[in-house]
């Protein structure tokens, strides 16, 4: 599976972008997607996830309320809704697909990720 992530770009804070990943393969019923986000300097860290097949999401703390992560089982594809966007959510931002060997929140347990698409908050 190959993981290809779109819809950064520059936004001023309060602001919204909707972030796409497209799959070329097929996702198993068991994956789960996922996207992290890496800022300068800053290790990778989770964002959100969702089950493939029964559409279960799970947020970090600091996104609940103003990201919305969906999937498209038709299509094979992944979003995340930003909304209410500040500053400190300027990063890089990746999806990824996989298992949950390590629980939802941790790198190890994806198997693919995209390349990223970058997102910039002007304060």
């Known amino acids: 599976v190959q993981l290809q992530a779109s819809g950064g770009g520059l936004v001023q804070a309060g602001g919204s972008l909707r972030l796409s990943c497209a799959g070329s393969g097929r996702f198993r019923t068991n994956y789960v997607l996922a996207w992290f986000r890496q800022a300068p300097g800053m290790e990778r860290e989770f964002v959100a996830s969702?089950?493939?097949?029964?559409?279960?999401?799970t947020y970090a703390d600091s996104v609940k309320g103003r990201f919305t992560i969906s999937r498209d089982k038709a299509k094979g594809t992944m979003a995340l809704q930003l909304n209410s966007l500040k500053a400190e959510d300027t990063a890089v931002y990746f999806c990824?697909?996989?298992?949950?060997?390590?629980?939802?929140?941790?790198?190890?347990?994806?198997?693919?990720w995209g390349q990223g698409t970058e997102v910039t908050v002007s304060s």
């Open positions: 990824a697909a996989g298992g949950s060997r390590y629980g939802e929140s941790d790198p190890r347990s994806y198997y693919y």
């Open positions: 969702v089950t493939w097949n029964w559409g279960t999401t």
